[in-house]
């Protein structure tokens, strides 16, 4: 196959063209990213000689280039996104501009070029908070922040283009991933780092709300599958199978990196902050797939890969992220 990958140079979509170049030898795999401050080259360097991959830096909003891009291609797989809440919440424009506009964009290409396949990376955000029992992919959409709302509008254009016009659409809607390369901004990369720094850890309201954690090598071969076996116009939910309350996680990760609960900070919450996400994944199981990876182990893989690479993290952790660290947590 000859891919299109949208935003594979930040954390899913790096870790998805490593995994796709690794089990299928004879892919090639053509990387479009707008290098945002969470695109980073870094994450693919070892694949930077490899015949098989190419990188073109620019924004899925760009009709010209999409059509560039694009044509000839077998699949193209969407990960480009806006893709942190809070930052969602404090300036929500560049959102709406990828997650919505940017979806639209490639998929009006996917339709006038007729590429075979499009997968749209989505997330369990779109079925908003679940109180109890697991959203279904049959379940209506309920997004309550910047972030899901954007990435709910992108999968219902992804939908009406395979309604209105048969555009051959497939959409996974995993829930949170944790692993290698993630941007320190997300809550395990940042309470590891912060951990291993002696920093506090700043965990909102009372530390009880629950994500059902996916590590992202399964989430890979889960996208992977769908792209591979998926029908057309269809959704996938892939969930870890792993739901933990904040606080639990958090002391897990003291455990791992050997520092004290004393660095637990408990902080003001987030605004709106979705009490629980669960998914059922028994449709992406029919089609094969399960999670491989047990998840204290690989926990622990993510909390040494870290401590291994403190000079792909510590870079990230200067400059700009500095005053988004102030911007969002220095009132708290
Ligand atoms: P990320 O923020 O690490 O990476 C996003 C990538 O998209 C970056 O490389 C960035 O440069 C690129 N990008 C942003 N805007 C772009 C644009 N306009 N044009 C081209 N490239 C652009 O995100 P991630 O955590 O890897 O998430 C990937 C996808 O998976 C997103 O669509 C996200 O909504 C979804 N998702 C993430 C999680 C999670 O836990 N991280 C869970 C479920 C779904
Ligand atoms: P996050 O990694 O931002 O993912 P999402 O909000 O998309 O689920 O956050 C995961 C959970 O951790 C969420 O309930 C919010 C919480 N959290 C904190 O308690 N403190 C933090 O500093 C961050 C970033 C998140």
């Known amino acids: 196959?000859?891919?299109?990958?949208?935003?594979?140079?930040?954390?899913?979509?790096?870790?998805?063209?490593?995994?796709?170049?690794?089990?299928?030898?004879?892919?090639?795999?053509?990387?479009?990213?707008?290098?945002?401050?969470?695109?980073?080259?870094?994450?693919?360097?070892?694949?930077?000689?490899?015949?098989?991959?190419?990188?073109?830096?620019?924004?899925?909003?760009?009709?010209?280039?999409?059509?560039?891009?694009?044509?000839?291609?077998?699949?193209?797989?969407?990960?480009?996104?806006?893709?942190?809440?809070?930052?969602?919440?404090?300036?929500?424009?560049?959102?709406?501009?990828?997650?919505?506009?940017?979806?639209?964009?490639?998929?009006?290409?996917?339709?006038?070029?007729?590429?075979?396949?499009?997968?749209?990376?989505?997330?369990?955000?779109?079925?908003?908070?679940?109180?109890?029992?697991?959203?279904?992919?049959?379940?209506?959409?309920?997004?309550?922040?910047p972030y899901s709302a954007s990435k709910a509008g992108g999968d219902l254009l992804v939908l009406a283009h395979w309604h209105t016009h048969r555009v051959p659409v497939l959409i996974t809607r995993s829930s949170n991933n944790f692993g290698p390369y993630q941007y320190p901004e997300k809550v395990i990369p940042l309470f590891v780092t912060n951990a291993l720094d002696d920093q506090s850890l700043p965990l909102y309201g009372d530390g009880k709300n629950v994500r059902d954690w996916l590590y992202v090598l399964d989430?890979?071969?889960?996208?992977?599958?769908?792209?591979?076996?998926?029908?057309?116009?269809?959704?996938?939910?892939?969930?870890?199978?792993?739901e933990v309350e904040n606080i639990v996680l958090t002391r897990q990760i003291l455990q791992l990196t050997g520092k004290?609960?004393?660095?637990?900070?408990?902080?003001k919450d987030r605004p709106g902050h979705d009490r629980r996400y669960s998914v059922d994944s028994k449709k992406v199981r029919q089609l094969g797939w399960t999670p491989r990876h047990r998840f204290g182990d690989a926990l622990a893989a993510t909390v040494a890969w870290y401590r291994a690479h403190e000079a792909w993290w510590r870079p990230l952790k200067s400059g700009e992220f500095r005053a988004y660290y102030e911007k969002q947590y220095g009132h708290r």
């Open 260 to 267: 004290p609960e004393t660095l637990i900070q408990p902080v």
């Open 1 to 145: 196959m000859k891919l299109l990958v949208t935003g594979g140079s930040g954390f899913i979509g790096s870790n998805f063209i490593r995994h796709v170049l690794a089990t299928h030898s004879d892919d090639r795999v053509v990387n479009l990213d707008k290098l945002t401050y969470a695109g980073n080259p870094a994450n693919l360097a070892d694949l930077e000689h490899d015949p098989r991959y190419a990188f073109v830096q620019g924004d899925i909003c760009d009709a010209t280039l999409v059509r560039d891009v694009i044509r000839g291609v077998d699949a193209a797989v969407n990960f480009a996104a806006e893709s942190h809440v809070d930052r969602s919440l404090m300036e929500p424009d560049a959102f709406l501009k990828t997650d919505v506009f940017g979806v639209f964009t490639l998929l009006e290409a996917v339709k006038e070029l007729k590429i075979p396949r499009f997968v749209h990376i989505s997330t369990d955000e779109v079925y908003g908070s679940v109180e109890r029992g697991s959203s279904r992919e049959s379940d209506a959409v309920r997004p309550s922040n």
């Open 219 to 242: 989430n890979c071969a889960g996208i992977d599958l769908v792209l591979r076996k998926g029908g057309e116009g269809e959704v996938y939910n892939i969930g870890g199978g792993h």
